[in-house]
Nanobody, 119 residues
Framework: QLQASGGGLVQAGGSLRLSCAVS????????MGWYRQAPGSQRELVAR?????????DYADSVKGRFTISRDNAKNTVYLQMMSLKPEDTAVYYC?????????????WGQGTQVTVSS
């Protein structure tokens, strides 16, 4: 189960931190990420982090330098720190976890959390 939290309403230029707590998964997670979906748009990857020690990160071009994804393995939680928010960041943000098996990638999703950035 993935439990996302931390969304809300913020003015442009402000900050928010999203959290995604993982529980009840009896298998290894290879990476986790945050996606977002704005009205009328497709869901897009915002940021991803691998779960290995020293794991790598990946960001959408639109958020590079403003958003930071991180994890706390002891708490089984992934965070998305969002800075310098823009109105175009407004969307429902979804937490995602992936588990890689031979020939198959399993995707798991949390419930969305709304982020609204006012101009």
């Amino acid at each position: 189960q993935l439990q996302a939290s931390g969304g809300g309403l913020v003015q442009a230029g402000g900050s928010l931190r999203l959290s995604c707590a993982v529980s009840g998964m009896g298998f290894s997670i290879n990476d986790m990420g945050w996606y977002r979906q704005a009205p009328g748009s497709q869901r897009e990857l915002v940021a991803r982090i691998t779960m290995i020690t020293g794991g790598s990160t990946d960001y959408a071009d639109s958020v590079k330098g403003r958003f930071t994804i991180s994890r706390d393995n002891a708490k089984n939680t992934v965070y998305l720190q969002m800075m310098s928010l823009k109105p175009e960041d407004t969307a429902v943000y979804y937490c995602n976890a992936r588990s890689f098996r031979p020939g198959v990638i399993y995707d798991y999703w949390g419930q969305g959390t709304q982020v609204t950035v006012s101009s």
